[in-house]
């Protein structure tokens, strides 16, 4: 079975769960983790298919989420179309900030700190601009995204449900471009960069394009995340942009593994609903999360789904 | 005007030397373990509440708390060093993580045993200097003149003595210092231990001026890797300059600018010398 095919028949085990799940407790907290789980994929590309440690992905996440409610209420247009904007504005960002760290040819730590940095500004003016952003206080979203159905006309979304299926069948389909990309020449190309970029250099590969083109495409992914999210959130604050938010999504990768294209949806999962099934208080659920974090890095280093497949592997030898 | 300009150029200059006492365990960690040590900023406040502790709590002296706090924080870097970052060992990615691992279980700690609200110490040093009218506290004084001292001091060993031979014999060949006697091993973790003994100082000694909360550690340590790249990285004294450059340019900075952007002065900075002059200001030289 081909890994597209594999992805649709877990989407469609996923998509007939709300007919056993009722709870609405449940299907939130898969709702973030699908979400999240997008993120999370959409950071792969660049942090574990390409091998660039990229701090600008909170950014790209939280940019979107600002600037679609920016554009639904000062330009008046709808959800979908504001989603596209804010994409878009996100896209040129990131060319801008990748031009400028690839040209210079920033690698490792260099680019994580640069990226970093400019990861930093854009907090601090979505803090500051108080006309605009509300400071720290952040946004409330009372406006719900609509939709067209079948049968029904247009309507809103805003039950747990719609939004459950809305966000599976954004994940399916970031999972299945991924894949896509991944298993193309562009694929290849972002691997020779994160074996050996200068050896792909000398092998006619455009090391600077095919950089550039893994971090907008990663960036451009995480800005339609950052809308769904924050539509379904129902508010954003600059916590969105914050440190905090890119080292999240690296702990999901990394405990998912970083190896294959859908796996970081699983750290997603566990890092969502972890803290919401059993009851920490934050002090408790931050060392909780730092503890995962080191012990996967120090005993699990290819993340869950790598360890399992290895096992799998193993067993299938013997 | 002049007063205020003069006033911000002091001020920076002591905080600066705050910066450059953690940038100094950054870059000293980066040269010899090959990781950036992000979690510098959790043990610089696990030095502050261990000196806090010792002294309101306690009843210890100042003077006899600061070094138990470095003690204790630097026998918990031990601790750290043997139980990770052993592990990490140049392998920058790994280390990243494992260290930002380590802040937030550290931080959740801290939250854990001193909650949130920040704890103030009592006035160890009261009183103040005035010069030509410039008005600074006898304590910001003491602090500024015990963190230039240790770097200097750390400047001195690296270059006249066998240990700092022995360390940049190590950071151009590990495999040839090893076969000429340097024991490797336990200079790494020697470095990694007393980089958070640093970090302790720092902690210890910022307590005095200023209150304390567990996420204190968390800005520092951006300002100790911004003012380590600024003057390049592997520099000893440059961390001591990078420090307090970018604590000039933010004093300084805030007084033209909006101060609500002071953090993104030192960003904007950074950037820059990454961009143009990536080996650092102070390239080429020890």
Redesign the interface.
């Known amino acids: 079975m081909t890994a597209s095919a594999r992805v649709l028949v877990v989407a469609a085990a996923f998509a007939l769960l709300p007919v056993l799940i009722k709870s609405d407790f449940i299907l939130t907290i898969l709702v973030f983790s699908f979400l999240l789980g997008m993120l999370a994929v959409s950071f792969n590309l660049i942090f574990g298919f390409t091998g660039q440690l990229s701090m600008f992905h909170a950014a790209a996440f939280g940019i979107a989420a600002y600037a679609t409610h920016l554009a639904m209420v000062h330009l008046g247009v709808s959800f979908w179309t504001g989603m596209l904007l804010a994409a878009t504005l996100v896209a040129v960002l990131s060319l801008i900030v990748g031009i400028i760290c690839f040209r210079f040819r920033l690698k490792e730590f260099y680019f994580a700190v640069v990226t970093l940095a400019f990861s930093e500004m854009a907090r601090l003016v979505v803090l500051n601009w108080n006309s605009v952003t509300n400071g720290t206080l952040g946004i409330i979203l009372q406006d719900k995204p609509s939709l067209w159905l079948p049968g029904q006309g247009v309507v809103k979304v805003d039950s747990t449900l719609m939004w459950y299926f809305i966000s599976l069948a954004a994940l399916v389909l970031t999972v299945l471009v991924c894949l896509r990309v991944i298993s193309s020449w562009m694929g290849r190309s972002f691997a020779a960069i994160r074996l050996n970029d200068e050896l792909g250099d000398t092998l006619g590969i455009n090391v600077f394009r095919y950089k550039l083109a893994a971090f907008a495409a990663g960036n451009l992914i995480a800005a339609f995340t950052g809308s769904l999210y924050a539509f379904f959130l129902g508010s954003i604050e600059p916590g969105f942009l914050s440190i905090e938010q890119s080292l999240a999504i690296v702990a999901m990768v990394l405990l998912g593994g970083r190896g294959a294209v859908a796996a970081p949806v699983i750290g997603a999962l566990v890092l969502t609903s972890l803290p919401h099934l059993i009851h920490f208080g934050a002090e408790v659920r931050s060392i909780v999360y730092g503890s995962i974090l080191i012990l996967t890095i120090l005993l699990m280093p290819q993340g869950i789904y790598g360890t399992l497949s290895n096992l799998g592997r193993r067993r299938r030898a013997a | 005007m002049g007063q205020l300009i003069l006033g911000q150029l002091l001020n920076g200059a002591i905080v600066g030397t705050l910066y450059g006492i953690i940038a100094l365990g950054v870059t000293l960690t980066f040269g010899i373990t090959g990781i950036?040590n992000f979690a510098l900023g959790a043990f610089m406040m696990l030095g502050a509440y261990m000196a806090w502790f010792l002294t309101d709590e306690a009843g210890l002296a100042y003077p006899l708390a600061v070094p138990c706090a470095v003690a204790i924080t630097a026998l918990a870097g031990l601790l750290a060093d043997q139980t990770?970052f052993r592990?990490?060992r140049n392998n920058?990615?790994?280390g990243?993580?494992?260290s930002?691992?380590?802040?937030?279980?550290?931080?959740?700690?801290a939250?854990?045993l001193w909650t949130s609200t920040p704890k103030n110490m009592e006035y160890v040093l009261p009183g103040v200097f005035t010069f030509f009218g410039l008005v600074v506290p006898k304590m910001k004084l003491v602090v500024f003149l015990v963190l230039l001292g240790v770097i200097l001091a750390t400047y001195a060993a690296l270059t006249r003595t066998w240990i700092g031979r022995a360390a940049y014999a190590y950071s151009q060949n590990p495999e040839a210092a090893e076969l000429m006697g340097v024991r490797t091993k336990v200079m790494q973790s020697g470095v990694v231990v007393y980089s958070t003994g640093l970090a302790g100082l720092g902690g210890a000694l910022y307590a005095s001026l200023y209150s304390i909360d567990p996420t204190m550690g968390?800005v520092y340590i951006?300002k100790a890797?911004e003012s380590a790249?600024l003057a390049g990285i592997g520099s000893v004294m440059g961390s001591l300059f990078g420090g307090v450059l970018l604590g000039i340019t933010e004093g300084v900075g805030s007084i033209y600018l909006?101060i609500?952007?002071r953090?993104?002065y030192g960003?904007?900075f950074?950037?820059a010398i990454?961009?143009f002059k990536?080996a650092g200001l102070f390239a080429g030289r020890r």
């Open positions: 950036v990770l592990f990490t920058l990615v790994n990243l993580l494992v930002i691992g380590l802040i937030a279980v550290m931080e959740g700690g939250l854990l968390s951006l890797v790249i909006p609500a952007f953090d993104a960003l904007i950074l950037v990454l961009l990536p």
